[in-house]
C-alpha cells in the first residue's frame, strides 16, 4: 500500500509513537483500571494521530486547521488520562519518564504544524478573516505539560 501524505509528517509519526506507547503500558493493566482510565486514556492517543490524517484528508487548510485543533485537544486530554494513571499508581516513574519527553515534544509539534497550515489558509482570506486567524493563532504559545 501506497504511503499517504500524512504518514511522512514528524508530528503523526509522534502522535503514533506515544500511541503505542501508551497501549503497550495499558494493555496489562487490571480490568477494572483498563475499563476507566484505561479506554479513554488509548482513545484520547489514538485521536492525536487519527485528527492529524483526517485533517489533511479533508482538501482544505482551513478543514485541516480545525482537525490539528481537536488534535491538540485530544493530546491535552490524554495528558490528563496520563495525570491520573500516574496519581493511581497505574503508571510508575520509570514509565513516566519514558513518555513524558514525548508528550512535550508533541504540543509544540501540533503548534508549530497548525501555524503552517494556517499560514496556507491566510494566503486566501479576506481582511476581516486574516484579523480573526490572528487572534486565535496568538493563543498558540508552546506549552509543556509533566503528568506527574
Given at each position: 500500500m501506497a504511503r499517504m501524505a500524512f504518514e511522512r509528517l514528524d508530528v503523526y509519526r509522534l502522535a503514533e509513537k506515544l500511541s503505542d506507547s501508551i497501549w503497550d503500558l495499558v494493555?496489562?493493566?487490571n480490568s477494572?483500571?483498563?475499563?476507566?482510565?484505561?479506554?479513554?486514556?488509548?482513545?484520547?492517543?489514538?485521536?492525536?494521530?487519527?485528527?492529524i490524517a483526517e485533517g489533511m484528508g479533508r482538501g482544505t487548510p482551513k478543514d485541516n486547521c480545525r482537525f490539528i485543533q481537536i488534535s491538540r485537544g485530544s493530546l491535552y486530554e490524554a495528558v490528563h488520562f496520563l495525570r491520573r494513571a500516574f496519581h493511581r499508581k497505574l503508571l510508575n516513574q520509570s514509565q513516566t519518564s519514558e513518555l513524558q519527553p514525548i508528550v512535550t515534544e508533541l504540543g509544540p509539534r501540533l503548534n508549530a504544524y497548525l501555524?503552517?497550515?494556517?499560514?496556507?489558509?491566510?494566503?486566501?482570506?479576506?481582511?476581516?478573516?486574516r484579523k480573526k486567524l490572528t487572534i486565535l493563532s496568538s493563543n498558540?504559545?508552546?506549552q509543556t505539560s509533566n503528568f506527574k
Open positions: 494493555e496489562d493493566w477494572f483500571a483498563r475499563d476507566t482510565v484505561g479506554k479513554q486514556l488509548v482513545r484520547a492517543a489514538d485521536s492525536i494521530g487519527a485528527n501555524s503552517a497550515v494556517s499560514r496556507r489558509f491566510r494566503r486566501n482570506v479576506t481582511p476581516a478573516q498558540l504559545k508552546p
